[in-house]
């Protein structure tokens, strides 16, 4: 597996990582095969592996943390902090209070004494930005973070915390993790070039679009029993009529274009977010050993130019089939308050 520059922080990555979500209360609550399938990554060369204090609560790091014993100098070790866990107001958000101790918090359930990139979870439009930068600054200085960044910055909120770290003599941030896929394309258009103005390193989340993208939903077919559609229809738009039409009409015609290139609709899913000059990553989340070894094949692959013009002429560049798919909303956007005297 060829190995990829993570921005510009000398860190060598491999083009897929390999994400967790799924392990433990939110997916897989068989611990010893969520274990197994950390294992079975590592062994086929994936050496990069992103997971979250928010999910399952803390569970899921405790677990990553177990796989990675006697592995974990093997590993670029990435996490996330700012979703709330609990109901105490102060322990969320990007807070340099909540920083420091949320920091502590996943080096201990991670069985670790430091985090290769720590990363904004989402935006906090309630901390100054300088505020989270020196937090972060400081942890980075300490030697329990190797390098700082964020997921779901918009292009603008990207540019402003360079601004920041130059003129406050601060860490900078030096990548961002924003949602991508055939389905997903809005970063396309301002992001992820802002990422490559800037070098930051990208790893793009969801780039099967909560399976969609696997090719197992289809028309007139009940989704699988244990897919999160069946599971969660709601969050992967299974039972908005006009989202699940839209997406299962594209399926049909992607699956058409995958078979002409000899690829799987995963091959073609993972390749086509590989092929983007910006991505440095792909984040896969496999819930079980079998959906593993379905995405290992596609580690590195991009696509033709000419199977990239096939997408683009079904999804447009920068478009999104479901806007929820961006994955985070502004609060100018999402709360009136903002938008009224």
């Not at 770290?165 to 055939?182: D, K, L, M, N």
């Not at 090719?215 to 969660?232: C, E, H, L, V, W």
């Not at 009409?249 to 078979?259: G, Q």
Request: proline letters at 4%; aromatic letters at 8%; glycine letters at 8%.
């Amino acid at each position: 597996m060829e190995f990829r520059a993570l921005g510009r922080t000398g860190i060598q990555v491999s083009p897929l990582c390999l994400g967790t979500m799924m392990f433990g209360a939110w997916g897989n609550t068989d611990t010893d095969e969520c274990v197994q399938i950390v294992h079975r990554a590592l062994d086929a060369g994936i050496n990069f592996v992103d997971t979250a204090d928010v999910y399952a609560f803390g569970e899921t790091e405790e677990i990553v943390g177990r796989a990675l014993a006697g592995r974990r100098d093997d590993v670029v070790l990435a996490t996330k902090f700012y979703n709330a866990m609990d109901d105490d107001p102060n322990h969320r958000g990007a807070s340099r209070r909540w920083i420091v101790r949320a920091c502590e918090d996943s080096l201990r359930r991670l069985g670790t004494d430091y985090i290769d990139l720590y990363q904004v979870h989402h935006p906090d439009a309630g901390t100054d930005i300088d505020e989270t930068l020196g937090a972060l600054s400081d942890l980075v200085r300490a030697g329990k973070v190797r390098a700082i960044g964020t997921s779901v910055f918009p292009a603008e909120q990207l540019v402003e915390a360079q601004w920041v770290a130059e003129r406050r003599g601060h860490v900078r941030f030096t990548t961002e993790q924003p949602s991508y896929s055939i389905f997903a394309r809005h970063a396309e258009a301002a992001v992820l070039p802002t990422a490559e103005r800037f070098g930051l390193g990208v790893l793009v989340w969801s780039p099967l679009n909560g399976g969609w993208l696997t090719g197992k939903y289809r028309r007139d077919a009940q989704a699988p029993a244990d897919s999160r559609a069946a599971t969660n229809g709601d969050h992967f738009d299974y039972r908005s009529e006009a989202a699940r039409q839209r997406k299962l009409d594209l399926v049909e015609s992607l699956d058409a274009i995958a078979s002409e290139a000899g690829l799987t609709m995963i091959e073609l899913a993972l390749g086509f977010v590989q092929s983007h000059r910006a991505v440095t990553s792909a984040i896969i989340g496999p819930r079980t050993m079998a959906q593993l070894e379905s995405q290992l094949p596609a580690a590195g692959l991009v696509l033709p130019d000419d199977v990239l013009d096939a997408i683009d002429a079904l999804v447009a560049p920068g478009s999104d089939v479901n806007p929820s798919d961006a994955g985070y909303v502004p609060p100018a956007v999402a709360e009136a308050r903002l938008r009224r005297r």
